[in-house]
């Protein structure tokens, strides 16, 4: 299961007894699982995150069994509520019950499409008894493999309906201030965090060096990642997070220092990169590094 999902550590009070049954489609943008199984407990702590290939997002739509998920906050599911979830945080899902479900996993760029701040839906229990949410898990429950194989629509129709339902539910749970976002502010949002990515290991970059590359002012650049509910310095130092976890994960930089990684993803400091990193992934450059190679 932890193969053919995001990597999780699985277990099970009455192991000898445990079942699951799995069905997986990939499609361009999203892969379709449709799975049920016996009670179980799925964690995604810092050893999983670090064996996630791809940062993806998850949707999950729960058919039948009682769930108790925490990600971010702790919360309770029941069927027909949707979960939507981060890769890059950690996970806990305990079902106390048989289950089933509808799992979605959704590319970074196919969220980011539809969401200009995924975090609005991140962690959040999406009822089925909200306006949106009730037509986006009856959506979902259709979308078994089996369906998407025979349906009489094209994949890229049925793909773009999620990603508008996907919307319209967190336009409703932000309280309308997602729909209040022109296309030109998301343009603007996009390029900023595109322009970040590739700059992230300039210590001494700063927002009005972005905004006069991209020919705005540093102003609306500010304006724009306001209104999707971001900032310029944080956007920044995930950047730089990201990036060093991808050094410190990889062979390639064995012999590098961690210092040096520090360096090169642009923290100026070894001491803050530590407390950083630290701070955001539970551990130091260090004990990242010796637990790949352990």
């Not at 993806?56 to 069994?65: A, P």
């Not at 979830?85 to 950690?90: A, E, L």
């Not at 979605?104 to 196919?110: A, G």
Request: glycine share 6%.
């Amino acid at each position: 299961m932890s193969s053919a999902l995001t990597p999780s550590a699985i277990s099970s009070e009455t192991p000898f007894e445990y079942e699951l049954e799995l069905a997986a489609l990939e499609l361009p943008a999203l892969t379709v699982v449709a799975q049920r199984g016996s009670p179980q407990r799925a964690i995604r702590a810092r050893a999983e995150i670090r064996r996630t290939s791809q940062h993806c997002f998850n949707l999950v739509l729960v058919l039948t069994g009682s769930w108790q998920v925490t990600h971010h906050t702790r919360t309770r599911f029941g069927p027909g509520d949707l979960i939507f979830y981060d890769t890059r945080y950690p996970l806990d899902c305990d079902l106390l019950l048989s289950w089933s479900d509808i799992n979605l996993q959704l590319s970074e760029q196919f969220v980011r499409k539809w969401l200009p701040n995924p975090a609005w839906l991140s962690g959040r229990r999406i009822s089925r008894d909200s306006r949106w949410g009730r037509v986006l898990s009856s959506y979902v429950a259709q979308l078994s493999p089996e369906f998407v194989v025979g349906a009489p629509l094209p994949e890229s129709v049925l793909i773009d309906q999620l990603g508008a339902l996907l919307a319209l539910t967190a336009t409703e749970l932000s309280g309308g201030s997602q729909a209040t976002l022109s296309p030109a502010v998301r343009s603007v949002r996009d390029r900023v965090y595109d322009h970040i990515m590739q700059r992230c290991p300039e210590t001494a970059l700063q927002a009005g060096q972005v905004a006069a590359t991209l020919n705005i002012s540093k102003r609306t650049l500010h304006r724009a990642l306001a209104a999707c509910g971001e900032t310029f310095g944080a956007m920044l130092m995930q950047a730089r997070v990201d990036l060093a976890v991808r050094m410190l994960e990889s062979p390639l930089f064995d012999r590098m220092t961690t210092a040096e990684i520090g360096r090169r993803a642009g923290f100026s400091d070894a001491s803050h990169f530590s407390k950083v990193l630290r701070r955001r992934t539970g551990q130091t450059p260090l004990q990242m590094r010796r637990a790949r190679q352990g």
